[in-house]
């Protein structure tokens, strides 16, 4: 259950997804997640606050990793900047599920 859902969340990332579509699809994600059978809801909880614990360490991991690369141009400085801000949108949407959880 975290492995697909880390995987749909790296896909949407990889393709540049907008910050705000990635809030969307986390949060479809969560609410997948935790619909049905509430005997579960507690092996859930966990995932989702494991799944927020790796995104939160790979935001700070990626944004390191930026601040140390040289940017040819201006593209790819955005680029750059987009995906961390992709990575940084899930990672809230996460905190915010697990907020409400």
Known sequence: MG?????RIADL?????APARMQ??????????LAGDE????AVKQVIEELRDDM???VADTAAMLED???P?????????????AMQAAA???????AGL
Do not use: F
């Open 3 to 7: 492995k697909a859902a880390m995987a």
């Open 13 to 17: 990332v990889g393709r540049g997804a």
């Open 24 to 33: 969307r699809e986390v949060e479809a994600i969560v609410a997948g997640m």
């Open 39 to 42: 005997d579960r809801r507690e």
């Open 56 to 58: 939160l360490a790979g």
């Open 69 to 71: 690369i040289e940017h």
């Open 73 to 85: 141009d201006a593209a790819s400085a955005r680029n750059a900047d987009k995906t961390l801000a």
């Open 92 to 98: 809230d949407a996460l905190v915010e599920a697990c």
